[in-house]
């Protein structure tokens, strides 16, 4: 069964990097989405993009958070330069299409951890 | 998307069915029930989502009230890998998924 997969399951970095999680969406499936889930928290809405652009963004998703689809199949998501409070785990979801009513898959998620 | 009210844990005996409720008394009449499941901060999970009708797959059933204002998800016979955060989310097509707290569903043997 196709599914969402991500890399790397797991990224320590310093404060003040910039840190690229990858994605990869099931092939057939236009619609992408980020969350993440902060420790013992709810998960939450970040960034959805279709047709290689941003449809919607939380505020969360501030000028330090970028998505970009570079090629068919992988979505990314750039934080320039991280900061204590990104440390969550981030998940990436794909869905079929955007019209009509279709589930989100989502991937295993990468730990983020910043120190 | 119309808000919705879960209890916060239940357990359940593996081998029984599991009835998990939640309330969405706004919901408006474009808006489905979806259910997910996070186990243990692996990613969320799809489960079965409905408007009006009762549906059934493979994982699960989903029963809507005929006023919508409230579902039941049930797992026809839970096993310990069932254990997780179920969420009961109500949206229109379309909508990115909010995520509530969820019911901690606990299987003991």
């Known amino acids: 069964e196709p599914e969402v997969t991500q890399t790397p399951s797991h990224q320590v970095t310093q404060m003040g990097q910039e840190v690229i999680l990858r994605c990869v969406p099931i092939?057939?499936?236009?619609?992408f989405y980020w969350y993440r889930q902060i420790l013992g928290q709810k998960v939450e809405f970040l960034v959805s993009f279709y047709n290689n652009e941003i449809s919607e963004k939380s505020e969360i998703f501030d000028d330090q958070f970028s998505v970009e689809r570079p090629d068919g199949s992988n979505f990314t998501l750039k934080i320039r330069s991280t900061k204590l409070e990104d440390s969550a785990m981030y998940f990436c979801?794909?869905?079929?299409?955007?019209?009509?009513?279709?589930?989100?898959?989502f991937g295993p998620g990468t730990r983020l951890t910043v120190t | 998307d119309a808000k919705t009210t879960q209890p916060t844990s239940m357990d359940c005996a593996e081998g029984r069915a599991a009835n998990l409720p939640c309330n969405h008394s706004?919901?408006?009449?474009?808006?489905?029930v979806y259910w997910y499941r996070q186990i243990h901060s692996q990613g969320p999970q799809y489960i079965i989502h409905?408007?009006?009708n009762n549906e059934t797959n493979e994982m699960a059933s989903l029963i809507i009230t005929e006023d919508r204002k409230s579902s039941t998800l049930i797992l026809p016979h839970a096993t310990l890998r069932d254990t997780a955060v179920y969420y009961c989310i109500a949206k229109a097509a379309g909508n990115k998924l909010t995520f509530g707290g969820g019911t901690r569903v606990l299987v003991k043997p």
């Open positions: 409905g408007l009006k």
């Open positions: 979801a794909s869905k079929v299409r955007t019209s009509g009513n279709y589930e989100q898959y």
């Open positions: 706004t919901i408006s009449g474009n808006e489905y």
């Open positions: 092939s057939n499936h236009l619609y």
